[in-house]
């Protein structure tokens, strides 16, 4: 495993740009964390190592999936407010095909790959995040 602690939402999406470059289409990323925790901010880095404008990321909590056009395109997707069943129903695995899919609140989605990345959100304080990378 591997860990950062960030001081700033700009850290946290340089680590999100830094984990891009490792990423290919069909890759998933799966993001948990508390609410407040850097997740959309680690998002917006992705999408700018993929080639996606890192200014149209917004959490898409009530859109459920936001699509950023990019060198490799990003499928960001927000479980919060649904339940497994309804998650069964987005047909998570389509989604990836061809894509990047990075997942906030995965542990909504009972059969998320087991080849997925995951990185762990937790706040230390105000403003400082360790985020830590595993699988």
Same mark, same amino acid.
């Given at each position: 495993?591997?860990?950062?602690?960030?001081?700033?939402?700009?850290?946290?999406?340089?680590?999100?740009?830094?984990?891009?470059?490792?990423?290919?289409?069909? &890759?998933?990323?799966?993001?948990?964390?508390? $609410?407040?925790?850097?997740?959309?901010?680690?998002?917006?880095? $992705?999408?700018?190592?993929?080639?996606?404008?890192?200014?149209?990321?917004?959490?898409?909590?009530?859109t459920?999936?936001?699509?950023?056009?990019g060198?490799?395109? %990003?499928?960001?997707? &927000? %479980?919060?407010?649904?339940?497994?069943?309804?998650?069964?129903? $987005?047909?998570?695995?389509? %989604?990836?095909?061809?894509?990047?899919?990075?997942?906030?609140?995965?542990?909504?989605?009972?059969?998320?790959?087991? &080849?997925?990345?995951?990185?762990?959100?937790?706040?230390? &304080?105000?403003?400082?995040?360790?985020?830590? $990378?595993?699988?």
């Amino acid at each position: 495993m591997t860990s950062w602690v960030t001081e700033s939402e700009r850290e946290t999406a340089a680590v999100g740009r830094a984990l891009a470059g490792r990423l290919r289409a069909g &890759d998933v990323v799966l993001l948990e964390g508390s $609410l407040g925790a850097g997740k959309t901010a680690f998002v917006r880095g $992705l999408a700018e190592g993929l080639g996606a404008d890192p200014g149209a990321v917004t959490s898409p909590t009530f859109t459920l999936v936001q699509v950023y056009a990019g060198t490799t395109p %990003l499928q960001h997707v &927000d %479980l919060y407010r649904l339940s497994a069943g309804e998650v069964d129903d $987005l047909a998570l695995d389509e %989604l990836r095909e061809g894509h990047v899919l990075a997942v906030e609140w995965p542990d909504r989605w009972a059969d998320a790959p087991g &080849d997925a990345l995951r990185v762990i959100f937790e706040v230390l &304080d105000a403003d400082r995040r360790r985020l830590t $990378l595993a699988g």
